[in-house]
Nanobody
Framework: QVQLVESGGGLVQPGGSLGLSCAASGSIFSIYAMRWYRQAPEKQRELVATITNGGITNYADSVKGRFTISRDNAKNTVYLQMNSLKPEDTAVYYC??????????????WGQGTQVTVSS
């Protein structure tokens, strides 16, 4: 009933920039907090950034000052702008969204993930 589709991953050199987007579609009544997670090989999943439906943001210490999360409520889309990228930012990035479906309750939905590789 609800689908999150991510785009924008790829290969970038250290110090470069990359933007991710994640669009939600389906029987959506309302979207609350939206988040980006990442998981590097053999590491635990890490919460990278959160944005509430009111626009309040929060970031992991590892990305503060370099990453910016934003959202377009009219498009049901969340973005992650990543600047000054480092090799340790290499991971699969996942978006999530707390969504109330039409005629139903609230659940947390996940995107399929997009690979970000920072390497020279």
């Amino acid at each position: 009933q609800v689908q999150l589709v991510e785009s924008g991953g790829g290969l970038v050199q250290p110090g470069g920039s990359l933007g991710l987007s994640c669009a939600a579609s389906g029987s959506i009544f309302s979207i609350y907090a939206m988040r980006w997670y990442r998981q590097a090989p053999e590491k635990q999943r890490e919460l990278v950034a959160t944005i509430t439906n009111g626009g309040i943001t929060n970031y992991a210490d590892s990305v503060k000052g370099r990453f910016t999360i934003s959202r377009d409520n009219a498009k049901n889309t969340v973005y992650l702008q990543m600047n000054s990228l480092k090799p340790e930012d290499t991971a699969v990035y996942y978006c999530t969204a707390e969504i109330r479906i039409v005629g139903g309750g609230i659940d947390n939905y996940w995107g399929q993930g997009t690979q970000v590789t920072v390497s020279s």
